[in-house]
C-alpha cells in the first residue's frame, strides 16, 4: 500500500514553493500525497517564525492532523523549527523536528512512521546553511512561486529571519532559466519570483560571498524566456530596486507592472533605530520614478508599526508620508518582541493597545489608497488573469498591475489571459468588466 504524506505551509511564497518541491521528493519515493484534512500516514509542517502566535498555530495544526490520524507520524520543518527545535520537539504527537539544512533531505529522517516518545531533532546552526537548494511551487494552476534567492546578509533590528534562514545565497542563473522553463511547458502563465532579500541575487551563486549576476541581469534573462507571460517581482528592497530596473520593468512585455516595496516607517529616526539600508527620501524617489515610467502601476507596501521608541510623532509622519505617497495598498505589520533580535531589548517599548490602535488607522488608509488606485483604473483596458477556483459562483482573476476582478464563475476561463475595460467597482470591492478579446494565450 503506498504511504499518504500530507502537508501543511504557514509563511511566505517561499516556504509554498519549499514545501512543493519538498513533496515532489515524497512522490518520487512512492508516496502519493493528499490534502491535510485527509488521513495520511505522515503530517509535514512548514512552519514560519514570523506569524503571530506562531505557537499556538504549530500547537493547532499537530492537533488537527492527530485527530485526523493519531498514528500519524508528524515533522516540523522551516523556521520556526529551525530557531525553536527543542520547543517545538516537545509538543506532544511531534515526531520529527528538521533545520533549515535537513528539511530537503527530510525523506533520508523516516524509516517506518512509527511514532517516536520524544520529537527526534535533526537541526544545524544556521552557519551551516551556506548552500543553495531551488524550489518553485505551482499555486492554483494560474500562478508558479520561483524561488530564486535565500537568506539575508542585513542585519534589521526587528528581523528573525537570517537567524532562520542563513546568509543570502542564490541560484545559478542557468539553473532559474531552467525552472521557468518547465513551468511555462506545464502551462502556468505567470511566475512569480521569490526569495528572502531578491534584490541581493547574484550573492553566493557559486557557493562564495561575490555577486556573480545583478537582480537586474536575472530579470532581463528572465524576459528572453519563450512561453512564459508574465513575471511578477514578489517583495524587493527599495535600496535594491535600481532605476535601471525600474525602465527595464517599464519597457518589458513580460514583467507586470506591480512593485512590492518594504518601507517599514516613515519616519527617519526610527529606520535608523530599525537599521534599514535607506530613509524615506529614497523610498519616495523609487515611487516616484516607477510612476513617472508607468502611471497605472500598483505600489504595495509594507509597514510596521508600534517599533520601541515610535512617539505619537513619528507614528503620524508614517501616516502623513504614506498619505502624500502615489501607493496603492498597505501590508501592515504589529510589532512584536522577537528572541535574539536588538529591537527586543531596545527602550521605549510601544503598549499593546496603542500598537493595535495604530494598526487600524494604517488599515483604513490602505483601504483608502486601495480604492483610490482601483477607481484610477475605471475605464482603462487591462489584461486579466483568471484563476481556478469557483468561489461562490464566481471567478477572480488579476490584472497585470494588480487589480482584482470578478465575473460569474465559467470553468473555460481558468488559466485564460483575456484583454478587458474594467467598468466598475462593485459593493464588495472588486472590479467588473467588459471582454474586448478572447484569450491571447489558449
Ligand atoms: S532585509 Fe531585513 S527584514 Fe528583510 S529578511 Fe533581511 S533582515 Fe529581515
Redesign the pocket.
Given at each position: 500500500m503506498k504511504k499518504k504524506v500530507a502537508f501543511y505551509t504557514l509563511g511566505c511564497k517561499l516556504n509554498f514553493s519549499e514545501t512543493s518541491t519538498i513533496a515532489r521528493g515524497f512522490t518520487e519515493e512512492g508516496f502519493d500525497r493528499v490534502d491535510f484534512s485527509e488521513k495520511a500516514d505522515m503530517y509535514v509542517i512548514n512552519t514560519c517564525s514570523v506569524t503571530e502566535n506562531a505557537d499556538k498555530r504549530f500547537k493547532t495544526i499537530v492537533k488537527q492532523a492527530q485527530k485526523v490520524n493519531p498514528e500519524a507520524f508528524v515533522a516540523a520543518i522551516g523556521c520556526y523549527a529551525q530557531l525553536k527545535p527543542e520547543e517545538l520537539a516537545a509538543v506532544d504527537g511531534v515526531d520529527l523536528v528538521l533545520g533549515a539544512t535537513e528539511k530537503f533531505k527530510i525523506t533520508d529522517y523516516i524509516n517506518d512512521l512509527s511514532k517516536n516518545d520524544f520529537g527526534e531533532v535533526h537541526s544545524c546552526e544556521i552557519e551551516d546553511a551556506d548552500f543553495y537548494v531551488g524550489s518553485y511551487a505551482i499555486g492554483d494552476r494560474t500562478r508558479a512561486f520561483l524561488k530564486v534567492q535565500d537568506g539575508?546578509d542585513?542585519?534589521?533590528t526587528y528581523?528573525t529571519?537570517?537567524l532562520a534562514r542563513g546568509i543570502s545565497r542564490s541560484d545559478t542563473l542557468s539553473n532559474v532559466l531552467k525552472n521557468a522553463s518547465e513551468i511555462s511547458e506545464k502551462g502556468i502563465k505567470e511566475i512569480v519570483l521569490t526569495g528572502?532579500?531578491i534584490g541581493d541575487y547574484g550573492k553566493g551563486e557559486f557557493g562564495n560571498k561575490k555577486h556573480e549576476h545583478t537582480f537586474l541581469e536575472l530579470v532581463q534573462a528572465l524576459d528572453q524566456v519563450e512561453g512564459i507571460h508574465r513575471l511578477r517581482i514578489s517583495s524587493i528592497?527599495p535600496n535594491l530596486l535600481k532605476n535601471e530596473t525600474i525602465d527595464f520593468v517599464s519597457n518589458s512585455d513580460s514583467f507586470v507592472p506591480h512593485f512590492h516595496i518594504?518601507l517599514q516607517s516613515g519616519s527617519d529616526d526610527i529606520l535608523k533605530k530599525m537599521r534599514r539600508r535607506y530613509l524615506s527620501g529614497l523610498y519616495v524617489d523609487r515611487v516616484e520614478r516607477i510612476k513617472e515610467t508607468m502611471p497605472h502601476a500598483c505600489i504595495g507596501v509594507d509597514v510596521i508599526v508600534g517599533f520601541p521608541g515610535e512617539t505619537e510623532e513619528d507614528f503620524l509622519e508614517t501616516y502623513h508620508f504614506l498619505n502624500d505617497l502615489d501607493i496603492s495598498y498597505l501590508h501592515v505589520f504589529t510589532y512584536s518582541e522577537r528572541e535574539n533580535t536588538p529591537a527586543a531589548i531596545m527602550e521605549g517599548a510601544v503598549p499593546k493597545k496603542v500598537r493595535q490602535k495604530r494598526s487600524k488607522m494604517l488599515r483604513g488608509l490602505s483601504a483608502k489608497k486601495r480604492r483610490a488606485f482601483y477607481e484610477s483604473q475605471i475605464g482603462t483596458k487591462r489584461t486579466v488573469l483568471f484563476e481556478g477556483e469557483n468561489k461562490e459562483g464566481y471567478i477572480h482573476g488579476f490584472t497585470e498591475n494588480y487589480v482584482k476582478v470578478m465575473a460569474p464563475w465559467n470553468p473555460e476561463l481558468v488559466n485564460t489571459l483575456h484583454e478587458v475595460e474594467l467598468t466598475e467597482i462593485d459593493e464588495s470591492g472588486l472590479v467588473r468588466f467588459n471582454f474586448i478579446r478572447e484569450a491571447l494565450f489558449a
Open positions: 539575508c542585513y542585519k534589521c528581523c529571519i537570517p528572502v532579500n528592497e518594504p
